[in-house]
C-alpha cells in the first residue's frame, strides 16, 4: 500500500533511503499498519525489484521517489 499510495514509480527515479522509511513509517503509523524493521522493509523492496546504492552523499533507492504533494502534508 505505501509503495501504491505514496511512491512515484519509475527507474529514472532516486530517493534517500532513509526518508524513504521515514516516510513509511509515517504512513504506517496514519493507517495503523505494521511497521516493518528496517531490514525487512529493505529486503521487501529488494524483493520487489528495487536496487539500494551508496554514494559519497548517502544510500540511496533507484527505481522511486515519495509523491511531492504527500511530502507537504506533514
Do not use: H, P, Q, W
Amino acid at each position: 500500500n505505501f509503495l501504491d499510495e505514496c511512491c512515484e514509480l519509475d527507474s529514472s527515479y532516486i530517493a534517500k533511503s532513509g526518508e524513504v522509511y521515514n516516510e513509511y513509517r509515517i504512513f504506517c503509523t496514519r493507517t495503523g499498519e505494521y511497521i516493518r524493521s528496517t531490514t525487512d522493509f529493505y529486503t521487501a523492496l529488494d524483493l520487489s525489484g528495487f536496487e539500494r546504492n551508496r554514494n559519497m552523499k548517502g544510500v540511496f533507492i533507484k527505481g522511486l521517489r515519495i509523491k511531492s504533494d504527500f511530502m507537504r502534508e506533514e
